[in-house]
């Protein structure tokens, strides 16, 4: 039985993809929350700054080789976008608070879990409402990193995804002879 309106899925599927997707998310914040923040002063922010993206590059590259393969694409994608965004996200909200920690000043507030989080929302929102603000010059490079991030992400991270549903388990045409 398929829902009106949404061809070719099964309620079944879309419920689903729905719970996949919100458990995902779910599983991302409750890591963010309860792995314990290492205080390394010395600790190069261009390391984690890399690490952080070297890990999003994998997860994105994993997602779209899942999307491709997957037999019904168009909903993998929905729940890779539901790991990917908030992946990234959450990332630049370890970094946030990590240089947080190791450097109280870095920002106009002391920040906890939940407000690196709230920052880095506000950031990828283009909001920046400006109740926290980077304050060295280290803190806002990684801000302004973000921004670029974001507008890859907003313009080629989405299109990839959808890109990788149109053109997985799509039938295939024999060769015109």
């Known amino acids: 039985m398929a829902l009106s309106g949404v061809v070719g899925f099964e309620r079944r599927h879309l419920v689903m993809t729905a719970l996949r997707s919100l458990g995902m998310a779910v599983l991302l914040l409750v890591v963010y929350y309860l792995v314990p923040v290492e205080h390394h002063p010395h600790q190069s922010i261009i390391l984690?700054?890399?690490?952080?993206?070297?890990?999003f590059l994998a997860v994105l590259t994993n997602e779209v080789r899942a999307i491709i393969n997957h037999d019904q694409p168009m909903l993998r994608a929905a729940v890779s976008m539901a790991t990917?965004?908030?992946?990234?996200?959450?990332?630049?909200?370890?970094?946030?608070?990590?240089?947080?920690?190791?450097?109280?000043?870095s920002f106009g507030v002391p920040l906890s879990r939940t407000e690196a989080l709230y920052f880095a929302v506000?950031?990828?929102?283009?909001?920046?409402?400006?109740?926290i603000v980077p304050k060295v010059d280290a803190a806002r490079a990684v801000v302004m990193v973000q921004?670029?991030?974001?507008?890859?992400?907003?313009?080629?991270?989405?299109?990839?995804?959808?890109?990788?549903?149109?053109r997985g388990r799509a039938p295939q045409r024999e060769p015109a002879v």
């Open 48 to 55: 984690r700054l890399t690490a952080a993206l070297a890990v």
């Open 84 to 105: 990917v965004i908030p992946l990234f996200l959450v990332l630049f909200a370890w970094i946030y608070l990590t240089i947080a920690h190791s450097n109280p000043q």
């Open 122 to 131: 506000t950031v990828f929102s283009t909001v920046g409402f400006g109740d």
């Open 147 to 166: 921004m670029m991030a974001d507008l890859v992400v907003i313009a080629v991270v989405v299109r990839l995804l959808f890109g990788a549903a149109t």
